[in-house]
């Protein structure tokens, strides 16, 4: 079989309360939450140092959360619940809603993206288009 050789990439976002996408991360799935999702946050709070703090889900905590307070930031972590049926768990949607925005794009919807760095960049369209088209 010809072809790339990806078992797997993960794609980790930081956006705002509104579902603005202000930093992507994508790396190979071998690298843990935790770890990863500490150098997306690093990198948008040196974008946007008025970042006071975070909410992320249960995958988080740990090392993610010692590295978000070391940095003098506040973070909630988002405990998950057993409910009888489907319930939204307030500020985590948002999230999951800008992921599912980009899973409208035809070219994010596979990975058929080579190198790590053009699919941050076609995520970052994808989510320029999706706004613009709001608009």
Known sequence: MVGKKVKGRKR?????TMGNL???KVH???IHD?????DVFKGA???????????ADEGYRKTFENFV???GKTIKISEKIKPKGWVVLPLRWVVERTFAWSNNSRRLSKDYEILTSSMENMFMISHLHTLLKRL
Request: hydrophobic fraction near 35%; aromatic fraction near 4%; charge should be neutral.
């Open 12 to 16: 980790h976002i930081v956006t705002d």
């Open 22 to 24: 202000l930093k992507i």
């Open 28 to 30: 190979a799935a071998n």
């Open 34 to 38: 935790t770890k990863s999702g500490g």
């Open 45 to 55: 709070v040196e974008k946007y140092p008025t970042i006071e703090g975070c909410c």
């Open 69 to 71: 307070l070391s940095l």
